[in-house]
């Protein structure tokens, strides 16, 4: 009798701690990746602002918001889906999608070691934005803000166009106040690049009429 008192008095301690253990505790419920600053302030996460990462720059951590490093991607999505050794059926190479002609504007001579090179593909990408940049003052300070053939003409905007399809293309659209249609040899707009890609913040990028690299 005794043992078997033993074994039920042991056998309730074990359930009791066993239901105690599953025992729901009353938390409260935050939503999902609330973060509590120091001060008591909160801000969730994730965020489109980039103040609102404060050791981000300290992490050396890409921000793909409305900035530089979002505008690349989204750039370099559209043209090769980031693929930087793609080269299409015309012999436009690389993540950015970059010709002949444009890579000799800034430099770029040895095609082949270009393709197989992504940082020298990245520093292209920015010399090239520098370029049109300067390339285009005139028209960013004159249209920016502005809406045209029923777009919001932005800086980002004007340059993703220029990456298309050339400064030239971009100064003659603005001149025929938007109603000469630039489309390239796969029938994309020059419109539809100045609406996807309008917007982003590229204060970063500096206007360089001498923007060249050496591959």
């Given at each position: 009798?005794?043992?078997?008192?033993?074994?039920?008095?042991s056998?309730?301690?074990?359930?009791t701690?066993?239901s105690?253990?599953?025992k729901?505790?009353?938390?409260?419920?935050k939503?999902?990746?609330l973060?509590?600053?120091?001060?008591?302030?909160?801000?969730?996460?994730?965020?489109?602002?980039?103040?609102?990462y404060?050791?981000?720059h300290?992490?050396n951590?890409?921000?793909?918001?409305?900035r530089?490093?979002?505008?690349?991607e989204?750039?370099?999505?559209?043209?090769s889906?980031g693929?930087?050794?793609?080269?299409?059926?015309?012999?436009?190479?690389?993540?950015?999608?970059?010709?002949?002609?444009?890579?000799?504007?800034?430099?770029?001579?040895n095609?082949?070691?270009?393709?197989?090179?992504p940082?020298?593909?990245?520093?292209?990408?920015?010399a090239?934005?520098s370029?049109?940049?300067?390339i285009?003052?005139n028209?960013?300070?004159?249209?920016?803000?502005?809406?045209?053939?029923?777009?919001?003409?932005?800086?980002?905007?004007?340059?993703?166009?220029?990456?298309?399809?050339?400064?030239?293309?971009?100064?003659?659209?603005?001149?025929?106040?938007?109603n000469?249609?630039?489309?390239?040899?796969?029938?994309?707009?020059?419109?539809?690049?100045?609406?996807?890609?309008?917007?982003?913040?590229?204060?970063?990028?500096v206007?360089?009429?001498?923007?060249?690299?050496?591959?």
């Amino acid at each position: 009798m005794i043992k078997k008192w033993y074994f039920y008095a042991s056998l309730i301690v074990i359930i009791t701690f066993l239901s105690l253990g599953f025992k729901p505790f009353n938390l409260e419920t935050k939503p999902w990746f609330l973060i509590e600053k120091t001060d008591g302030s909160e801000y969730l996460f994730p965020s489109l602002e980039e103040d609102d990462y404060p050791t981000l720059h300290k992490l050396n951590a890409p921000f793909t918001g409305k900035r530089l490093i979002g505008f690349k991607e989204a750039v370099a999505f559209k043209e090769s889906q980031g693929k930087y050794r793609l080269v299409n059926s015309l012999g436009y190479m690389g993540k950015y999608q970059f010709g002949t002609q444009a890579l000799r504007s800034i430099g770029v001579q040895n095609k082949k070691a270009f393709l197989k090179d992504p940082a020298l593909q990245e520093k292209a990408f920015i010399a090239l934005l520098s370029k049109n940049k300067w390339i285009l003052r005139n028209e960013i300070e004159r249209y920016e803000g502005k809406v045209i053939s029923g777009i919001a003409i932005t800086e980002s905007g004007i340059l993703a166009a220029a990456h298309l399809g050339g400064a030239g293309s971009v100064k003659n659209f603005f001149k025929n106040k938007g109603n000469r249609h630039f489309r390239d040899a796969y029938g994309t707009s020059l419109k539809s690049y100045l609406r996807a890609f309008g917007g982003y913040d590229l204060s970063y990028i500096v206007a360089d009429s001498n923007a060249t690299i050496h591959d």
